[in-house]
């Protein structure tokens, strides 16, 4: 296989297992992190809710990847993820199954968005939850954003993509 080359080169899967080609996802703006129910930041969830709902009609989607590589703040199962997302922040965009960002089992996208996007002084490893990366219409990555860095900071760059 050819190395790839945007986001529609890559599948992912859903909580109950069914994948999903982001080819589909080809024409829009999508914020893609990696999310945790009981981490200092899980507060986040609101401000990716209100992206969502904000530009959603635009053609912009949010991909929240769960992830328990970090201090062990995901253990939940899909279904609890869901149930909790829903109930504590009425979370309404989708989230997919819980994958890995780092190391050997990293998921293929993952090893893609940070080779694409490197981290503080070229690192490449994810360092904590909340990472997330902006892909531009064309699929490319645009630019990646730190935890610390609030949903509603990204606002205007995916205005401009928009």
């Known amino acids: 296989m050819s ?3 945007t986001i529609a080169d890559f599948k992912a899967k ?15 703006v999508l914020l893609v992190v990696n999310t945790a129910s ?3 930041f899980t507060p986040q969830y609101d401000g990716l809710e209100k992206l969502w709902k904000d530009y959603g ?12 590589q970090f201090g062990g703040q995901e253990p939940g199962s899909a279904d609890e993820i869901e149930s909790f997302c829903k109930v504590n922040f009425g979370l309404s ?22 080779k694409e996007a490197p981290g503080v002084l070229g690192t490449k490893a994810i360092k904590w939850n909340f990472t997330k990366f902006l892909i531009g219409r ?25």
């Open 14 to 28: 859903k909580p109950n297992g069914e994948v999903i080609d982001l080819a589909e996802k080809k024409g829009k």
């Open 3 to 5: 190395e790839p080359t």
């Open 38 to 40: 009981k981490c200092g």
């Open 138 to 162: 064309d699929g490319k990555v645009v630019r990646r954003y730190a935890p610390t860095d609030k949903p509603e900071s990204i606002a205007k760059d995916i205005e401009k993509l928009l």
């Open 57 to 68: 009609d635009r053609g912009f989607e949010v991909l929240a990847f769960p992830c328990n």
């Open 93 to 114: 965009f989708p989230l997919m199954a819980k994958i890995e960002v780092n190391g050997d089992n990293a998921d293929p996208l993952y090893d893609w968005l940070k």
